[in-house]
């Protein structure tokens, strides 16, 4: 089995603008005989997956889509450049597809030239029918666009979009995928992702 969903530590970098992961010692061994940490963070922290309703006002929110959509067979592809394209998706894939890019060796500060999917791959994957997609790093949408035209197609079109897997130890291939949000009704939920 290969974890590859971010660790959530005060390490953990942020989409510029969003709040930093915060954790804390609220109860302690030595004072209260019990270890208890609080944590603040946003629903997009890490490893996590876009509800329709963080770009659409009238989108499902995270508890209102089904488990079953977030696990299943899935295709690994490796993409070397700064945009994924229409001509690195294969044609033949997986309905849930996760692209593995140089963004999994940048997790230590942010980097706003991070590898994308570009709209035109994005309506690729919309006529091949897929059912969710995954990028390693905080964002699928290109930094600094002025419109979040790629989060838009994929979810007026019913496609999860799960951001921040950190995929360093997964090869290009076929995996079973399991992708469990936290029960939340909000914008998004962090995710537990693994590949086997």
Not at 59 to 81: C, H, Q, R, S, Y
Not at 111 to 132: H, M
């Amino acid at each position: 089995m290969i974890d590859i969903s971010l660790p959530l530590s005060r390490q953990l970098i942020s989409y510029p603008g969003d709040a930093k992961y915060e954790e804390y010692e609220y109860f302690t061994h030595e004072k209260d005989h019990v270890h208890i940490m609080r944590v603040i963070m946003e629903t997009h922290s890490g490893t996590h997956f876009d509800a329709p309703y963080h770009m659409l006002a009238d989108g499902k929110k995270a508890n209102e889509i089904p488990l079953e959509d977030f696990m299943g067979k899935a295709t690994v592809i490796e993409v070397n450049a700064p945009a994924i394209l229409p001509e690195h998706i294969p044609s033949q894939h997986e309905k849930i597809v996760l692209f593995k890019t140089p963004n999994t060796d940048h997790y230590d500060s942010f980097k706003n030239d991070f590898t994308y999917l570009s709209l035109e791959a994005a309506k690729k994957l919309v006529e091949r029918k897929v059912k969710l997609v995954g990028i390693d790093y905080l964002s699928i949408e290109k930094f600094g666009s002025s419109h979040p035209a790629v989060h838009k197609l994929l979810m007026n079109n019913g496609i999860i979009i799960v951001e921040g897997l950190y995929m360093k130890n997964a090869k290009a291939g076929t995996y079973e995928f399991i992708c469990l949000p936290l029960n939340m009704s909000q914008d998004g939920a962090p995710c537990r992702a693994v590949l086997r």
